[in-house]
């Protein structure tokens, strides 16, 4: 039974993280990892933010009639909040009055002032309270206590939630950044502190933003999650596409999307603004954005893609269609060699612009072909600008106010690759040219860029089924071993490994699939019946094999696992040949197992199981376990299960620890998966292929 749920887990890795939303634990709506990020905030980068920016004390007034920008920040959505380097390593945080959701996130939480409301009796009270301390304004009782409290610090430069240079406005995709309080808020705090201390107030804008801009880990893996469910999605809406039916506004509905493609002469056609649906033909070029998370809470993340429609008597694009996707391709790559963290965002587009037109680009400051241009050279345009938080800048971009692209590119920062592709075609007529652009989650690390989830690379081809590829049956394929390694509690070990393959065809009327064989490539062939699954022993192989078949929609679902076999030769490395027998006829697919553009074979991950705690001795509640990763995997999960009760979870392949939870005494299984994945196109059939370790072993908790 424990090995059957071993290989039942997997198969949700497998296929592209398909139950991500079943199973994994909704962290936008989570508390406690919003607190858990709080904490690292604080007492990573707030130290970092204030001294860089030569501030002793940060103020953050909160009004609860208005809208807080970091209200999520900073747990609570009233009240106000003093930061204060006392010279240490840590930055003393107070909230002289107000409510948090997360009181051990600071040092001090005063109580939530009696007179913030005064609907009521609250004036009445203060003044038989304090017959000796008459009220010049009832706005007076906001700041109680503020005065005497910074004259004890005596801070020399204290930073006040109002923007004083910057367009904050500009600054942000859902809201004003730093200009959180009114001239009357600031006159106010200015008569509370004294005249001494208010000459020493400044502008905390160039603070809020440095605190914004700057990621820690759970943000960053949050982050990564948020990529992993924004591609899901958008696989989806490019497999609901019918050509003639689906419009670019129903591609818009599949999820929070920005659809669009543009004509070659410029003109736009777009999901969201047009008046009459531009439905999706022959010979269009078109770009979804696919968006995930929420930017006002925790982190958001976007991905894209570009399609293209097949004409009729088309079986793969035209060159000009594959060379304007070739040519996006040597965009990225000197993108991703050119931006290094440490500079500014404007030193970026400097250089970038430098090697664009090194390579032979045109580089164009706006997001339109420049007809003056020379017709020979694609047009790039770039809009690098921040993602995660909703903030834009840092911005390697023209476009925007001055101070988005003079902040500086801090490690791990989050991103958006966005740049536009404008290739001249010059056979189609002057000005005439193609159109696609991009729009991927990219983060600076030590090492430069790396991708955090994947980016399409490959242009999605869709097929025309009116034309040449009519007879098409199979849709998508997945195919993957792993080498699982069992160590349990009687000392005994086992490895072995496991093939599992998942086949889409279409299931259209007259070309229904029959049959799906897989021939692997040491010749052994695996034959599912659409009438006849099996599970079980095979009596010709001596392993595990099942076989399945179901109808999802107007497509058939083929599911082949081979299980537990002790040699990985008999599955291997090599073509794998994926035939489809159907009403009609026959298809077949030969499947390269191995690393695309080349004949090494896909490796196997390495996966040492659990580094902590030692499972071999009984565990005692809440626990937290953790793990190595190995740098070159895509993905990993892990699963637990004791006393009739499961738990488990997917992540990127960045993440090294689960817990701390509590788990039921008793027996329990334990199990973690790390994978390596690649995606492609073969003869215009979308596939996956995975090869992953799977580390399986027993513990106890203790009561």
Not at 78 to 100: A, K, M, N
Request: hydrophobic fraction near 35%; aromatic fraction near 10%; glycine fraction near 8%.
């Amino acid at each position: 039974m424990f090995r059957l749920k071993s290989a039942l887990f997997f198969v949700s890795v497998l296929f592209v993280l398909q139950a991500v939303h079943a199973q994994t634990r909704e962290p936008e709506d989570s508390t406690e990892l919003m607190n858990e990020i709080r904490k690292d905030k604080f007492d990573i980068y707030l130290p970092k933010v204030m001294r860089e920016n030569d501030v002793d004390m940060w103020i953050h007034i909160i009004r609860p009639w208005a809208t807080a920008p970091l209200a999520y920040e900073l747990g609570s959505r009233s009240g106000v909040f003093i930061f204060t380097d006392r010279g240490d390593d840590r930055i003393e945080r107070v909230v002289l009055q107000g409510s948090v959701v997360d009181p051990s996130a600071y040092d001090m939480v005063g109580e939530r002032s009696r007179y913030m409301s005064q609907q009521n009796y609250e004036i009445m009270d203060y003044e038989i309270e304090n017959p000796d301390k008459p009220l010049e304004s009832e706005l007076d009782l906001r700041f109680l206590g503020l005065g005497e409290f910074v004259a004890k610090r005596d801070p020399q430069r204290i930073a006040v939630n109002y923007s004083e240079t910057l367009t904050l406005a500009e600054g942000s995709e859902v809201r004003p950044l730093t200009d959180g309080i009114s001239h009357t808020d600031y006159v106010q705090l200015a008569k509370t502190l004294g005249e001494e201390y208010a000459k020493r107030i400044v502008s905390a804008e160039h603070v809020i933003l440095d605190y914004l801009s700057r990621r820690t880990k759970k943000e960053i893996e949050y982050h990564s999650l948020m990529g992993i469910r924004a591609r899901e999605t958008l696989d989806k809406a490019f497999d609901s596409i019918v050509l003639g039916k689906t419009t670019l506004r129903d591609l818009i509905e599949s999820g929070p999307a920005n659809v669009f493609l543009r004509e070659p002469d410029g003109t736009e056609r777009h999901g969201g603004r047009d008046k009459v649906p531009h439905v999706l033909k022959g010979g269009d070029v078109f770009t979804v954005f696919m968006g995930a998370g929420d930017m006002r809470r925790i982190m958001d993340a976007d991905t894209g893609a570009v399609g293209y429609v097949l004409r009729e008597g088309e079986t793969e694009p035209p060159p000009e269609i594959k060379k304007v996707w070739a040519e996006a391709m040597r965009v990225r790559k000197i993108l991703a060699e050119t931006i290094k963290a440490g500079v500014t965002a404007r030193q970026a587009l400097e250089r970038c612009i430098v090697k664009l037109e090194e390579a032979g680009f045109y580089y164009n400051d706006r997001d339109q072909y420049n007809l003056d241009a020379d017709p020979e050279k694609t047009q790039v345009h770039l809009d690098l600008h921040a993602m995660g938080k909703g903030m834009i800048a840092p911005r390697i971009s023209p476009m925007g106010p001055r101070w988005h692209a003079d902040l500086m590119m801090p490690l791990y920062h989050t991103f958006a690759f966005e740049y536009m592709i404008h290739m001249p075609v010059p056979k189609w007529g002057r000005g005439k040219h193609i159109y696609i652009a991009f729009h991927d989650g990219v983060m600076l690390t030590e090492n430069g860029i790396e991708f955090p989830y994947p980016a399409d690379q490959e242009m999605r081809i869709i097929k025309n089924r009116a034309g040449a590829n009519a007879g098409s049956v199979i849709d998508n394929i997945n195919l993957g071993t792993t080498n699982t390694k069992l160590n349990l509690m009687d000392g005994s070990k086992i490895s072995d490994y496991d093939l599992r393959v998942s086949v889409k065809t279409n299931d259209n009327p007259g070309a229904r699939a029959q049959s799906m064989t897989v021939t692997t490539p040491s010749g052994e062939s695996f034959t599912v019946e659409r009438d006849k699954p099996t599970r079980g022993i095979d009596s010709e192989y001596g392993i595990e094999v099942n076989r399945g078949f179901r109808v999802d929609g107007k497509q058939g679902v083929w599911s082949l696992s081979a299980l537990a076999n002790p040699e990985y030769e008999r599955f291997g490395d090599g073509t794998y040949t994926i035939r489809v027998q159907h009403e009609n006829g026959s298809e077949q697919i030969e499947l390269w197992y191995g690393e695309p553009g080349s004949r090494d074979p896909l490796p196997f991950p390495k996966n040492d199981g659990f580094t902590g705690p030692d499972a071999s001795q009984p565990m005692t509640n809440p626990v937290t376990f953790t793990w190595d990763v190995d740098p070159i995997a895509q993905n990993l999960s892990v699963y637990f299960a004791g006393e009739g009760k499961t738990r488990s979870d997917e992540f990127p392949a960045t993440t090294t620890s689960f817990g701390p939870y509590d788990y039921s005494p008793g027996y329990l299984e334990l199990e973690l998966v790390i994978n390596v994945e690649r995606k492609g196109k073969i003869d215009g059939v979308d596939f996956t292929i995975t090869k992953g370790t799977v580390y399986s072993g027993e513990g106890t908790v203790q009561q």
